[in-house]
């Protein structure tokens, strides 16, 4: 094997690069390998505009303002965001959202106002532009680009078009097939899927999460078979002792069973589901480990009298600290709803992080989680829209026999170390990588 030659990569990400975990797996190990790394995400109040990750890789964080994204030329948006900096409204220190400009006469102050009504709509659209053109003037020349969901192909289609190098389409979901997307308008819907066709022919190669993923988006989007690259943890080295980081964070008895939900608080993940599952388990709590839209309602509902503080909600911790939380639960929970063909495909990454560390799983009875955890017996499948189905699986986990509970995480601490891991499924991603710029990664 030939070692590796020093690149650059960038990664581009619509997200803020704090808990997205593919980002973080393949900077820190393209940094391992000698490569130098730069994420470019999204930026959000609160947040650096630029700060070096501990494993290593720069992030570059766009603060774009939608106004800069206003289909005209460079010299007029040059002059739109030096009157946004005047402004404040592109200013992260001062403002967490676009500021609406007072009224201002001619031609710019009409395109201003027209840009700046908001994040939906026709303001989203352009802020996405405007985040393309920031990222093409300031993210650092590279060899080749990475780029996650149909929000930042187009980034990364414009750096790969700027430095003339390789760019890979990251097409984790099938997104037209997501919640959101579903609800849109069909006119939009039929934007969005044109846009993201083309701009996965304009790649160089398309990666995905699953099989089955893969076949449908080859279709969909009219492209070879995407590379198969899973989104598992590295391989773990288990403590003699399984940790009880919950425990000791939320002060539980020891007798008390943790089952764990972590992830986004988002809908139609199982989460109310679980909630009305776990007064049926016995001796059970149920921690929500995540962040996302939903998080306040469900500490609401953990406030709750009823609730009997048997739902706990915690913040989301870092990629690198997460799988200590994971083994340190009796039980991971995934009762994902199936609303949509996204869903019933979908093998969550918390599939992969439980299974690394040994926890067994409850997971939706779906063609994507039930590949995996069938054959294996590492869990049990059930019906995710019925709380007792959930509550029954739940308990069978909890109360199985030790020898049980031993010869499972014997099973799937086995196939997480042979397969589902980041060594294994990284090497396909490097070799793809090694394809398109005809260099050792």
């Known amino acids: ?54 494993a290593g890789y720069r992030i570059i964080r766009i ?44 031609f710019l102050g009409r395109a201003r106002r027209v840009a700046g009504r ?3 709509g026709a303001g989203r659209v352009l802020e996405i532009r405007a985040g393309t053109f920031e990222a093409a003037r300031i993210a ?56 993201e066709r083309s701009a996965a022919q304009a790649a160089d190669g398309v990666v ?31 403590p003699a002792v399984q940790p009880r980081r919950f425990h000791e964070a939320l002060g539980l008895p020891p007798e008390t069973r943790v089952v764990l939900y972590h992830g986004g608080f988002t809908a139609e993940r199982g989460i109310e589901e679980l909630i009305a599952a776990i007064p049926l388990v016995d001796r059970a709590v149920l921690v929500l480990l995540g962040f996302g839209p939903l998080g306040g309602r469900y500490e609401v509902i953990a406030a709750e009298p009823a609730s009997g503080g048997r739902i706990r909600v915690m913040a989301a911790v870092a990629p690198a600290e997460l799988l200590e939380w994971v083994a340190s639960a009796d039980v991971a929970a995934m009762p994902i ?27 939706s009875d779906l063609p994507g989680m039930a590949a995996i955890v069938r054959p294996l017996d590492s869990g049990r499948l059930v019906d ?33 170390h042979d397969t589902f891991n980041w060594e294994t499924q990284s090497a396909k991603l490097f070799a793809e990588f090694e394809r398109l710029t005809n260099r050792p990664w």
């Open 1 to 54: 094997m030939t070692d590796p030659q020093a690149q650059r990569l960038t990664i581009v990400t619509p997200t803020t690069a704090q808990f997205h975990s593919g980002t973080y797996r393949i900077g820190s190990s393209a940094v391992a390998r000698g490569h130098q790394v730069t994420v470019v995400a999204r930026w959000a109040p609160g947040l650096a505009i630029e700060e070096r990750h501990p």
């Open 63 to 106: 603060a774009s303002d939608p106004r800069e994204g206003l289909p005209l030329p460079a010299r007029i948006r040059d002059r739109i965001r030096r009157g946004a900096a005047g402004l404040g409204a592109a200013d992260p220190e001062t403002a967490g959202e676009p500021a609406t400009p007072p009224a201002e006469p001619g």
């Open 118 to 120: 908001g994040r939906h």
């Open 140 to 195: 650092p020349p590279a060899d080749l680009v990475i780029a996650y969901h149909y929000l930042g192909i187009g980034t990364g289609l414009a750096l790969g078009k700027r430095d003339r190098i390789p760019v890979i389409y990251d097409a984790g979901d099938i997104f037209l097939a997501s919640t959101a997307l579903m609800a849109l308008p069909w006119p939009a819907r039929a934007v969005i899927r044109r846009y």
């Open 208 to 238: 995905t999460a699953n099989d089955a993923y893969a076949r449908e988006l080859a279709r969909r989007l009219d492209v070879p078979l995407p590379v198969v690259v899973m989104n598992c943890p590295p391989r773990s080295t288990l």
């Open 337 to 363: 709803l199936p609303t949509t063909l996204n869903h019933r495909l979908t093998t969550p990454n918390k599939l992969f992080e439980a299974m690394s560390v040994g926890v067994p799983v409850v997971a």
């Open 384 to 416: 995710p829209n019925d709380p007792v189905s959930i509550a029954a699986g739940l308990a069978e986990i909890l109360d199985a026999p030790d020898a049980e509970r031993a010869a499972r995480r014997a099973r799937t601490l086995a196939a997480a």
